[in-house]
Each structure stands twice: as structure tokens, then as C-alpha cells.
């Protein structure tokens, strides 16, 4: 769709909302705990090979997106569910009087949307439309749509050259149009209250969308690192989660996710494993700066690490932000730039030496890079090859086998596909590792803020 056609439709459901409409931090340590619903999806998956073949499919469009996100014009407590999307969940409450609305719990994306109004609309999304949880600013006394004139409409056009009043007639209310890796969504921004049991947060930003494509969940919830993302909004001086292990359904079983607000000492949590931030590589106006970026010194198969140049593990100092490793809830499988997929491949094989390695038109089926031939063995009782990712400080993420190999049947051949992806076309453009959320399962991880650093231990995560 064309900028200018896409802006005037904005213009056109901002004319139609607001004319259907009728709408006019604390310093000490707070907690806060909220209850949460899971997201269904249209279509339970019957086949496990194509649930994984989209998995892999979505994880490499997202990892486009977030290593080209300009490249197109465009203590809280809650429980975490899993989904057959390869996402995970979170609820909050919005308005007065408060609607639940759920979320997908997104680290690699700063802005808050829900669906909104009863003329929201989702095309190719793999969302049952009468379970999609509507926000209806009609129906709260504290919505407020955000006119051109407000400052936090230029925080949104900051973002994306499709959102704010630029380029067209936006009298009244300030549109935008955010881009992800699965499509996108449209429509004005909101001044609302976000309401926990323990406090009222009122002003907070937030999008009203009207139209969305291939939007696997109700909402996203931007956990990014710029000021529209919900941890910048609520002061919070860290967040902290753990992720239960997918199964990639619709499952009613879930874990925590932890807010913490107001004054935080330095004092590491017990247990954990830190490994600093990086300052961002990137200058104010580039899309890169919400991303955490952390330094990746090492990867180790087995005992040996992997020779991987040097240009990859460390970003360049430029508005490109190119290399680098990023941690993002919202990817399911983590992805690498070729040549260090190709480096790490090439290890694991070498220790897999008992195990043939499937054919390239084996793989093509399965939309996996790297899967061995197992047939006639239990997935449980083959010794793997230990992978590690070892950060600066010394912080080592050794993975359980479940967290990158998993077993896949195609026709009369058992075989176990890792799940790391990668692509060809990828290019050497953006961050050169995305750490996705099937790396991250069984861990406790915590995103310190204030003390810029990310920290994680191994542990079964809570299932409630």
C-alpha cells in the first residue's frame, strides 16, 4: 500500500472513530499483581511439522524486520502463557472502569497497542474473531485520544515515518502504523489509565488499533528501551520473567512476570549470572536504539568454542547497528547471520559424527537449516553435543538439549532439526544474533534497568 493511501485511510478511521465516539510515579518500591487469560488461536495445530515449518518461517520474517526495521515504510506480577504462535502472553488492565485486554510480551518492540472499537478489524490473522479481546474507549471515562498538537504524537512519528500527522490533514487525532515482522497495524493513539490492584497509572500512551494483518495475538506490549514502551511509561527499574517450555498450543498453564517500580539498590539476585548492556551503537532518531543489545564473546560446542569472526559478536559504532547479539521475547527460534550459523553447524556436525546428516532436500521440508537422521532412537536417550553462548563478565548460558534440538518425523525418517534458523538473504545489516524465546525456556532472566544489565539462572519455571 502506498504511503499516501495508507495515511489517507488513517485519516478516513479517524474521522469514522472519532465521530462513532464520545470521548473526551512514586519512589518507593511498588508491587503489583494482576490477573492474566491465555490467547486461543482459529486453528489448533494437528500437524507438528507445519506448526515448526511456521515457527521457523516467522522467526526469519521477524528477524528481517528487526534487522531492517526502516528498511520498509514502514514488584507486578503477571502470569506468562505460551502459544501455538510461538509467543508469549500477558494481560492488563486499561480504562475506567478497567477492560482485560491481552497482550504479546515483546522485548524486541517499545509501543503498547490493543485492538480497539468494535470496527477493528484483522485480516489473514490466525485469531478466532469472537475471542478477541476488544478495548472499547467508549465505555471508559479516562480515554483521550492524542491530537496532532500533543508532543508524545512526535514520540510515535519518531518510530515509524507512517505514524504521526505528517503528510496529511490529521486535525483531530494522531495516527500511526506500526510494522512487524508478521504484518502490521494501523490506528490513533490513546491517552489512558493502566490499571493495577496496587496503583492507578493514568496518561499512559497507548494505541487504539483499528486495522491489522497477520497480528498473532489480541495486543502487543512493547518492553523495548525508548520511551513509548511499557517499561519507560511505568518507571520500572527492572522486569524479570520465566518461560515455560512450548509446546507451541494454546496451553492454560503459565508463569510469572515480575515488575518492579520506585527505588532498587545495586545488589545482584542471588543466583544470577550478569552480563552488562550495551549502549546502544546507534544515534537518537535510529529504530535500533530500543533493542538490548548484549556482548556475545563466545559460542562453545561441546568443549570448543566456535571460530566466529569478529565483526559479528561486537556492533559497529554507526547508525547501521550491524552485529551484535539482541534479546528478544517476541522471536521464537534465535536466529544467526549465515556465516556464524554456518560455523556452529559445521561444529555441532563434527560432534554428532555418529549421526548422519540429513539431506538439503530433507531439510527443505522441515524449514529447519541443520537435522540429523535418528530412526529407530529416543529423542531422550541420545547424548547431544552441549551448546553454550558465553557473555562478557563471564556469564554463560548453557542451554538444555530441549532448547535447541527438537525431534521432527518426515515420512519414515525420525529426525532432530536445531532450532536455530538462519537465511541467506539476512545480509550483514542490523544485529547478527536475535536470542529467541525457545533459547530462553526454563531460565529465569531479569532485565535490570537501572543497572543496565541482563542476568539469568537455569531453573523450572513456576507453572501456575
Known amino acids: 500500500m502506498a504511503a499516501s493511501s495508507l495515511l489517507s485511510l488513517m485519516f478516513l478511521i479517524s474521522t469514522l472513530l472519532l465521530a462513532s465516539?464520545?470521548?473526551?510515579?512514586?519512589?518507593?518500591?511498588?508491587?503489583?499483581?494482576i490477573p492474566l487469560s491465555p490467547i486461543f488461536t482459529k486453528h489448533q495445530p494437528s500437524d507438528p511439522i507445519k506448526t515448526l515449518n511456521s515457527l521457523a518461517s516467522s522467526s526469519l520474517t521477524r528477524a528481517h524486520q528487526l534487522k531492517r526495521p526502516k528498511s520498509k515504510p514502514p514488584l507486578t506480577k503477571t502470569k506468562v502463557f505460551s502459544h501455538s504462535y510461538g509467543g508469549y502472553s500477558i494481560s492488563l488492565n486499561f480504562g475506567?472502569?478497567?477492560?482485560?485486554?491481552?497482550?504479546?510480551?515483546d522485548t524486541g518492540s517499545s509501543p503498547v497497542w490493543f485492538p480497539c472499537t468494535s470496527q477493528y478489524f484483522c485480516t489473514d490473522c490466525d485469531i478466532d474473531p469472537s475471542k478477541i479481546p476488544l478495548f472499547i474507549p467508549k465505555l471508559s471515562s479516562s480515554s483521550k485520544f492524542i491530537d496532532c498538537q500533543n508532543p508524545n504524537c512526535a514520540v510515535i512519528s519518531s518510530i515509524n515515518s507512517l505514524s504521526g500527522c505528517q503528510g496529511c490533514n490529521c486535525s483531530q487525532a494522531c495516527p500511526y502504523s506500526f510494522l512487524y515482522g508478521l504484518g502490521s497495524t494501523l490506528g490513533l493513539l490513546l491517552s489512558e489509565t493502566l490499571d493495577f490492584p496496587e496503583k492507578?497509572?493514568?496518561?499512559?500512551?497507548?494505541?487504539?488499533s483499528i486495522f491489522s494483518t497477520q497480528q498473532p495475538s489480541a495486543g502487543t506490549a512493547g518492553f523495548g528501551r525508548t520511551p513509548e514502551s511499557l517499561p519507560s511509561q511505568l518507571g520500572l527499574t527492572k522486569f524479570s520473567y520465566c518461560?515455560?517450555?512450548?509446546?507451541?498450543?494454546?496451553?492454560?498453564e503459565s508463569s510469572d512476570l515480575t515488575l518492579y517500580r520506585g527505588s532498587s539498590s545495586d545488589a545482584k539476585t542471588p543466583g544470577l549470572s550478569?552480563?552488562?548492556?550495551?549502549?546502544?551503537?546507534?544515534?537518537?532518531?535510529?529504530?535500533?536504539?530500543?533493542?538490548?543489545?548484549?556482548?556475545?564473546?563466545k559460542i562453545i560446542v561441546g568443549s570448543k568454542p566456535v571460530n566466529i569472526p569478529?565483526?559479528?559478536?561486537?556492533?559497529?559504532?554507526?547508525a547501521n547497528g550491524n552485529g551484535g547479539t539482541i534479546v528478544d521475547s517476541g522471536t521464537t527460534f534465535t536466529t544467526m547471520e549465515k556465516?556464524?550459523?554456518?560455523?556452529?553447524a559445521t561444529a555441532l556436525e563434527a560432534e554428532m559424527g555418529n549421526f548422519s546428516r540429513a539431506s538439503a532436500n530433507v531439510v527443505a521440508s522441515t524449514l529447519f537449516n541443520l537435522c540429523f537422521h535418528i530412526t529407530g532412537l529416543k529423542f531422550e536417550k541420545i547424548k547431544f553435543p552441549e551448546l553454550t553462548f558465553e557473555f562478557k563478565g563471564g556469564a554463560k548460558l548453557e542451554l538444555p538439549v530441549g532448547n535447541y534440538f527438537v525431534p521432527v518425523d518426515v515420512g519414515n525418517s525420525s529426525l532432530v532439526c536445531l532450532t536455530i534458523v538462519t537465511d541467506s538473504t539476512f545480509g550483514s545489516v542490523g544485529p547478527a544474533i536475535i536470542l529467541g524465546n525457545t533459547q530462553q525456556q526454563n531460565f529465569y532472566v531479569e532485565f535490570d534497568l537501572k543497572n543496565d544489565r541482563f542476568g539469568f539462572r537455569r531453573q523450572t519455571c513456576n507453572i501456575k
Request: glycine share 2%; hydrophobic share 35%.
Open 21 to 33: 465516539s464520545s470521548l473526551s510515579v512514586a519512589t518507593n518500591p511498588t508491587t503489583f499483581t
Open 96 to 105: 475506567t472502569p478497567p477492560q482485560t485486554i491481552s497482550f504479546l510480551l
Open 200 to 208: 492507578l497509572f493514568t496518561n499512559f500512551l497507548v494505541g487504539c
Open 243 to 252: 518461560l515455560i517450555s512450548q509446546r507451541f498450543d494454546d496451553t492454560s
Open 274 to 297: 550478569y552480563t552488562p548492556f550495551r549502549k546502544n551503537p546507534v544515534s537518537n532518531d535510529s529504530a535500533f536504539r530500543e533493542y538490548y543489545y548484549v556482548d556475545l564473546l
Open 310 to 318: 569478529y565483526k559479528y559478536l561486537v556492533p559497529e559504532n554507526n
Open 339 to 344: 556465516p556464524i550459523f554456518d560455523a556452529v
